[in-house]
């Protein structure tokens, strides 16, 4: 099969139903992108796909072949995506970082469809990304920040 990630098209050989986290890091090497719950229900696996945060953990590999995926190790690639990536360190946000990579590619579509988001925007757009250290309101402060709303943080 032939995908596009991150705009480079590699070849990979798979079955049509291995989930595109495991094609990801096993056979292309990028584990930036992180195995958490296997049930699309805590974010760690988040990467785009058609611009679209969506949970790779359980999405067949099959379904992605023509379509634009982008990873946690591409996204800096973009205005939005970079935007995010340093607020994330201005604010320091991670604690033990196993979630930040769908965490970050969550803020990214976020600010992508809603450049100025209200709080509520950003509550319902990461709410599928769970972080156990408890970083929440950092996050929320680095969603700001990236969108030019800065808030203060402590």
Not at 20 to 35: H, I
Not at 57 to 70: N, R
Request: hydrophobic fraction near 40%.
């Amino acid at each position: 099969m032939d995908l596009t990630i991150n705009d480079r098209t590699v070849q990979v050989t798979a079955s049509e139903d291995t989930a595109l986290l495991w094609v990801l890091r096993d056979l292309l090497g990028m584990t930036g992108t992180k195995f958490g719950c296997g049930m699309a229900l805590c974010g760690a696996c988040t990467v785009h796909v058609d611009g679209k945060p969506v949970r790779s953990c359980v999405l067949p590999v099959s379904a992605v072949v023509g379509k634009k995926i982008t990873t946690i190790e591409g996204v800096g690639s973009t205005a939005t995506g970079q935007a995010v990536q340093e607020a994330w360190k201005k604010v320091n946000v991670p604690q033990c970082g196993y979630c930040q990579a769908g965490q970050i590619m969550s803020a990214a579509a976020l600010l992508v469809e809603k450049p100025a988001p209200t709080d509520a925007d950003i509550d319902a757009a990461m709410s599928g990304n769970i972080c156990r250290c408890g970083t929440y309101t950092r996050i929320r402060a680095a969603i700001k920040q990236a969108a030019g709303q800065a808030e203060k943080h402590s």
